[in-house]
């Protein structure tokens, strides 16, 4: 994420969760991360509370098409109960931040070309 967004993960950030897609082959392939980030650690880009209500859907790839392809095992009904952070895109690369409040989790969706 910080290599490709600039977006710094938290030293206190665990994975817990992973799944990919096979990569094509310039190396385009769906990602998700499911991510434990203590409270204490999330800073700017890191806090739920600044996430929106629900996915946006501004005709980017879904966070449910995503999933799928990368073999998650999350669901729709899952994903629409989400907490999100504006989607981030460059180029044709996408990045969509969300957060569980049920699990406490943040869900990463990945899309690269």
């Known amino acids: 994420m910080e290599t490709m967004w600039g977006i710094e993960v938290p030293s206190g950030a665990e994975v817990l969760e992973y799944y990919s897609s096979e990569a094509d082959f310039h190396g ?20 739920p509370a600044d996430y929106g209500d629900g996915i946006p ?28 952070a504006d989607p981030e895109r460059a180029e044709q690369n996408y990045l969509l931040i969300c957060f569980d409040e049920k699990d406490e989790a943040f869900y990463l969706f990945h899309q690269i070309f």
């Open 28 to 47: 385009g392939r769906d990602e998700v991360y499911v991510l434990d980030i203590p409270a204490a650690d999330r800073a700017e880009g890191w806090d």
């Open 57 to 84: 859907s501004d005709g980017a790839p879904t966070a449910g098409e995503v999933s799928a392809s990368a073999g998650s095992p999350i669901t729709d009904d899952m994903v629409h109960s989400l907490s999100c």
